[in-house]
């Protein structure tokens, strides 16, 4: 796998992200817009929270899955499997984070990357 941006198909992957989000139920998700953004290292982060640890790793699979089922790619990089409160999917120009609710609010991602274009996504229940 090529770890090059691919800034084509960042606007694909985003949504095949939010998909297998949408899929468990993920809550309170948003794309945060990093092209414009000084220092950022990737097109997108989607970010989203879950109820429970559970909730988490099913979310996890589950993009794995859309991702992998409609384009072929695996994430360059996965972190937070073990504790399930942070989980990281590092698909290199798109990047998920799946939180629980305290670990959200604590790292506060949109409040860091302010200067990022920022658009809530309605889940689909």
């Known amino acids: 796998m090529s770890k090059t941006k691919n800034t084509n198909n960042?606007?694909?992957l985003t949504e095949l992200?939010?998909?297998g989000i949408q899929e468990?139920?993920?809550e309170n998700i948003v794309q945060l817009n990093l092209k414009g953004v000084d220092g950022?290292?990737?097109?997108?982060?989607i970010?989203?929270?879950a109820a429970s640890s559970?909730?988490?790793?099913?979310?996890?699979?589950s993009i794995e899955d859309e991702v992998r089922k409609a384009i072929g790619e695996k994430p360059w990089h996965v972190e937070g499997t073990s504790n399930l409160e942070w989980v990281l999917l590092d698909y290199v120009n798109v990047v998920a984070h799946i939180f629980n609710k305290?670990?959200?609010?604590?790292f506060d991602l949109e409040g860091l990357w302010a200067d990022a274009?920022?658009?809530e996504i309605e889940a689909e229940f």
Not at 102 to 106: T, V
């Open 117 to 119: 274009e920022i658009k």
């Open 17 to 19: 992200i939010v998909k």
């Open 102 to 106: 305290e670990k959200r609010e604590y």
């Open 47 to 49: 970010i989203c929270e």
């Open 24 to 26: 468990k139920k993920g």
């Open 54 to 61: 559970t909730q988490i790793d099913a979310i996890k699979d």
């Open 10 to 12: 960042s606007d694909e």
């Open 40 to 45: 950022a290292v990737t097109d997108y982060f």
